[in-house]
């Protein structure tokens, strides 16, 4: 990727650009906004929280805070796949209701790079099957002849909690 | 004046919600017909300093409020008027509409003006007989704008003496005017010899010409001497008389036409985020730093290149020990800062009671003790809508009306009493009444009705009483607008567990009934006991442990079935095993291989099965809910001495899920009560 032309022709068209962070869940590369992860860290074992959906891999430690650990996989009903050396936590901040500042990690099978994309260039996903709910996904971007999948964390993970509070109330 | 005075407004908030606070426990103590004068006086100078400290930051509504309360204070001081009831009730009136138009200023909000039109009339109808002159000129609230102005400023000979200066005034009220014509009135300067340089003996007279000045402005100048000279201000264009203009357009102006209106709600819990902090909790934080400190660089010489050998390490085994000790006692002194006297919370009471034993017709006495036991700010803050709950209860269906007392041989006067105390490691705090109690029957047949229980249910006292607790539970015959709508109590016990605390209720048919509220010291730190589960660590608090033991086959009991008790000297306690309402694979399933800890939370019991007790060690308890949510049968989670997390059990909501459990054996749920 060659990151200067690209800077040049930002400011040369001077259109809006937007960074991504992007990994891997079972062969598709998914994309966040990189200004919302705080952290990437490898993966350490969890503190377990009882009567919580099986996506919901527990708790960690993050410098003093209690941060819950979502593993996508799961949480997307993808098979499961035994924790490796690639597998990482994507430490995200999280908005909820425009204020509430949440963070939150989830698990992926490897972080890929991190791509600069024309907000123009991210299209309304027609809805179609990839794994991840049409629903929590902001659009898809192009990149070097490549698709990928621009997520919307804020909806995920609120949903995500969503589920939770919908178990404990049955 | 260029300084920001924004960044005195929250202390000037603070001082005045404090001085009204005053202002209303002296009023209400004047109300019992104890006239003191140094009672009054401490009422004048709450209303005085509210006035000036108004006045300097603009507020002028306030100021104007205030001055009127002022006149009628003063004259109660100088024992021209007489303490009546009606004029005690004015100035409890106007307490809270000066409170509520101090929240609507601090909040960005609109004033209630009718309110304060109200009250300001009464007070003017009060004040009115005699001293029409004063009230009513000062007060005319001259919005319009005039051509200039006439001052007559005579102050007061000591005015020098109480540090203002007469040069200032007239220097600030020349900067509002275009132009100012100013006449010094010499007249009663003495002789020289006569003089006493810090006497002021001087008048002046100041025609002010300039076309926006309002006299609120100019009354902003003199707000400090208010009471130290003799101010008479006149309007110098005649024809148009502010006679007609009156109180009623209440110049509201720093309220700063705000329209959030929509969103008032939201902002509304602004609980004051400062505390005072008495000086010598803070010399004692300071000192223990400094102890820290030199501990620290002592223990530092370790890590210089000093050569290892046994009676160094001997040293830095007892400079570690040190470092224990200092370490414990700043964290004491830090959380003894958060600490407050629950006087803070049961203030409010006196004046509740007054007001509503008026609504209800009915003679209250409220007693309180124990107002200086001290409790973490948070829980202070937080159990006092609880309490407020618990308090129009207990007025409410509580005491009963006076002639239903003197027929049941009670005095006519009914007695609440509010205490406050420490047992074991809780707060205590207890609401009693003299009433009628609680009503057994009653509370069944409407716990019947609402399908709270079935009809074969057979309950004990307590449980009966308990049931005042559940959700959408109310007795109250007539819903009256302070209670009976049914959402209370179980928001009671939902507060007060949010606080890590419990109530309970007990009752004596016509005796009267006692609500136990019982809180943990702090929210911070707790200590904890850590038990293993499997290969899980959890952490139950230890002042709700009671013993912990190992199993007797012969003592565990099944029930029914499904459920299994222990027989604990002459008590059967039912067995929880913490893995299967987990869901944690356990090192064993059978009782005698693992250890029972007994628990109690409000007022119930029950023997958690673990697999291992850990040790103790007091831990910092962390939210679930900063970054998740809340889950049952976790109060929080804290981070261990190896920085992973472990939970914290909370118990009293582990019974709760344990219950429901029981409840419901159907659906097995995931580790399966079938076992």
């Known amino acids: 990727m060659s990151e200067t032309a690209e800077e040049i022709a930002q400011h040369e068209s001077n259109k809006e650009f937007k960074e991504l962070l992007t990994f891997f869940l079972a062969g598709e590369e998914y994309g966040v906004d990189i200004l919302r992860v705080q952290e990437i860290k490898g993966w350490d074992s969890v503190t377990n929280i009882p009567n919580t959906p099986e996506y919901i891999r527990g708790v960690i430690n993050i410098r003093g805070s209690i941060v819950p650990i979502i593993d996508m996989r799961l949480r997307f009903n993808l098979e499961k796949k035994e924790y490796d050396a690639t597998t990482v936590v994507i430490v995200l901040n999280v908005v909820n209701d425009g204020k509430t500042d949440r963070t939150m990690g989830v698990v992926v099978d490897a972080v890929s790079d991190v791509y600069n994309v024309p907000i123009d260039d991210v299209k309304a996903s027609p809805d179609f099957g990839t794994a991840v709910d049409t629903e929590f996904v902001t659009g898809l971007a192009t990149i070097e002849e490549k698709m990928i999948i621009v997520l919307d964390i804020d909806h995920m993970l609120n949903a995500a909690e969503l589920a939770v509070i919908d178990k404990i109330a049955e | 004046m260029s300084i920001d005075l924004e960044q005195f407004h929250e202390t000037f908030f603070e001082e005045s919600f404090e001085g009204l606070d005053i202002m209303e426990s002296g009023l209400l103590e004047l109300e019992q017909g104890d006239v003191d004068l140094e009672n009054i006086n401490t009422i004048f100078r709450s209303a005085h300093s509210i006035k000036g400290g108004s006045g300097t930051f603009g507020f002028t509504a306030v100021a104007e409020f205030t001055h009127d309360m002022e006149t009628l204070l003063d004259q109660m001081r100088n024992g021209e008027r007489q303490v009546t009831e009606a004029v005690v009730e004015t100035l409890l009136g106007s307490v809270d509409v000066l409170r509520n138009m101090l929240n609507a200023i601090r909040d960005g909000s609109d004033i209630d003006v009718s309110s304060v039109a109200e009250v300001t009339v009464a007070i003017k109808a009060i004040l009115g007989e005699e001293s029409a002159g004063t009230g009513s000129t000062e007060t005319q609230v001259a919005a319009i704008p005039a051509k200039g102005w006439q001052v007559n400023f005579k102050p007061y000979i000591d005015i020098m003496k109480t540090g203002n200066d007469t040069v200032r005034l007239l220097r600030e009220l020349n900067s509002l005017a275009e132009s100012a014509e100013v006449t010094i009135n010499n007249d009663s300067l003495p002789l020289l010899s006569e003089l006493d340089p810090e006497d002021c003996h001087q008048s002046w007279s100041i025609n002010l010409i300039g076309n926006d000045i309002s006299e609120d402005d100019i009354r902003e100048v003199f707000a400090w001497v208010d009471d130290e000279c003799e101010l008479i201000i006149e309007s110098l264009a005649q024809d148009d008389s502010s006679v007609g203009s009156e109180h009623s357009d209440n110049d509201c102006r720093e309220t700063e036409p705000n329209k959030r209106k929509t969103d008032k709600r939201s902002n509304k819990p602004v609980e004051s985020s400062s505390i005072r902090v008495n000086i010598s909790k803070v010399d004692e ?12 660089s002592m223990l530092s010489r370790f890590g210089e290149g000093e050569e290892f050998n046994a009676s160094t390490i001997e040293k830095l085994k007892d400079g570690l020990a040190q470092l224990e000790g200092h ?20 203030q409010r009471f006196p004046r509740l009671v007054h007001d509503l034993s008026t609504t209800f ?41 006076p002639q239903v007392r003197i027929e049941s041989g009670k005095s006519e006067t009914g007695v609440i009493e509010l205490s406050a105390f420490h047992q074991g490691g809780n707060i205590v705090i207890q609401i009693k009444d003299d009433g009628a109690g609680l009503n057994k029957d009653r509370i069944i047949t409407k716990a019947k009705e609402k399908g709270l229980v079935t009809k074969e249910e057979h309950l004990s006292d307590d449980q009966i009483y308990d049931l005042i607790f559940r959700p959408g539970f109310s007795t109250a015959d007539v819903v009256s607008d302070v209670s009976g709508r049914g959402v209370g109590m179980d928001v009671v016990r939902r507060n007060i567990r949010e606080l890590g605390g419990a109530v309970e209720v007990k009752s004596t048919a016509g005796e009267g009934s006692v609500f136990t509220i019982r809180l943990p010291l702090t929210l911070a730190i707790l200590d904890g006991q850590l038990v293993g589960i499997g290969n899980e660590t959890y952490i139950l608090p230890v002042i709700s442990i009671i013993e912990s033991l190992q199993v007797k086959t012969e003592n565990i009991n099944a029930v029914a079935g499904n459920s299994e008790v222990y027989r604990l000297r002459d008590e059967y306690i039912p067995i929880v095993r913490l893995y299967q309402i987990f869901g944690i694979k356990p090192i064993s399933t059978e009782l005698e291989s693992g250890l029972l800890v007994v628990v109690e939370a409000e007022g119930k019991k029950i023997a958690i099965y673990v697999d291992d007790l850990l040790g103790q060690q007091q831990v910092v308890i962390k939210s679930l809910e900063t970054n998740f949510k809340k889950i049952e049968g976790l109060s929080g989670a804290t981070i261990l001495g190896d920085g992973t997390v472990a939970l914290i059990i909370d118990i009293a909501g582990l019974i709760e899920l344990y219950q429901k459990d029981m409840a419901n054996v159907v659906p097995i749920k995931g580790g399966g009560l079938a076992a």
Not at chain 2, 329 to 343: A, D, G, K, N, Y
């Open chain 2, 327 to 346: 370490t414990r006692e700043l964290q004491e002194s830090v959380m003894r800062i958060r600490m407050m006297p629950i006087s803070f919370a049961f």
């Open chain 2, 285 to 296: 934080l300071i000192n223990m730093v400094g102890e820290l400190v030199i501990t620290q």
């Open chain 2, 361 to 401: 017709d009915k003679k209250i006495e409220l007693v309180m003790t124990g107002e200086s036991t001290e409790l973490d700010k948070t829980v202070l803050e937080k159990i006092g809508d609880p309490l407020v709950h618990l308090v129009r209860n207990s007025l409410d269906h509580g005491i009963e009306s």
